[in-house]
């Protein structure tokens, strides 16, 4: 074999190995890349389920809080009303004050519904007392009257007979 094809051989043998060593190295490198990717995807996603789970318990907050403000805007509304001089609107009020405390979504502020009935019955039943009291001096007062005027009474005749 001549020594210049012999040359290009030992070249192209060298390329060749050079090219081989290249690739298996490029090769390497690409498993690498596509090792750190692939961690790099599972970070992405573990942070994505994390983030879509705040959003879920932030989104669950939200709607309790949201309940419970209406709630309490009920409230409000039926103990303003229980406490209105206009007996229909009073007694709408108690109603919806009576629901309300019947109700499981007001278990932690129950302290407030029992507290709304008892102001709204006490002012009638206090006027109820004064007005049974009132009444109870008037039949008083009216009894003993007419005590003095039976006494009047049977003093005159009394009189009239010894006259007579």
Same mark, same amino acid.
Do not use: C
């Given at each position: 074999?001549?020594?210049? $094809?012999?040359?290009?051989?030992?070249?192209?043998? $060298?390329?060749? !190995?050079?090219?081989?060593?290249?690739?298996?190295?490029?090769?390497?490198?690409?498993?690498?890349?596509?090792?750190?990717?692939?961690?790099?995807?599972?970070?992405?996603?573990?942070?994505?389920?994390?983030?879509?789970? $705040?959003?879920? $318990?932030?989104?669950?907050?939200?709607?309790?809080?949201?309940?419970?403000? !209406?709630?309490?805007?009920?409230?409000?509304?039926?103990?303003?009303?229980?406490?209105?001089?206009?007996?229909?609107?009073?007694?709408?009020?108690?109603?919806?004050?009576?629901?309300?405390?019947?109700?499981?979504?007001?278990?932690?502020?129950?302290?407030?519904?029992?507290?709304?009935?008892?102001?709204?019955?006490?002012?009638?039943?206090?006027?109820?007392?004064?007005?049974?009291?009132?009444?109870?001096?008037?039949?008083?007062?009216?009894?003993?009257?007419?005590?003095?005027?039976?006494?009047?009474?049977?003093?005159?005749?009394?009189?009239?007979?010894?006259?007579?």
């Amino acid at each position: 074999m001549p020594l210049a $094809t012999l040359g290009a051989a030992v070249i192209a043998a $060298t390329v060749a !190995g050079i090219s081989v060593y290249f690739v298996r190295k490029n090769g390497n490198e690409a498993n690498r890349v596509a090792g750190r990717a692939a961690a790099a995807a599972k970070v992405s996603a573990d942070a994505a389920k994390q983030s879509a789970d $705040t959003m879920v $318990t932030s989104a669950r907050q939200l709607d309790e809080r949201t309940k419970h403000q !209406g709630i309490m805007l009920d409230l409000h509304w039926a103990a303003d009303h229980a406490m209105s001089k206009d007996p229909v609107e009073a007694r709408l009020g108690v109603a919806q004050l009576v629901k309300l405390g019947r109700s499981d979504l007001l278990a932690s502020e129950q302290a407030y519904v029992d507290a709304a009935l008892i102001a709204a019955v006490r002012g009638p039943k206090q006027q109820v007392e004064q007005i049974a009291a009132q009444l109870a001096r008037e039949v008083e007062q009216a009894l003993a009257a007419a005590k003095a005027r039976d006494v009047e009474s049977q003093q005159k005749q009394s009189e009239q007979a010894k006259e007579e």
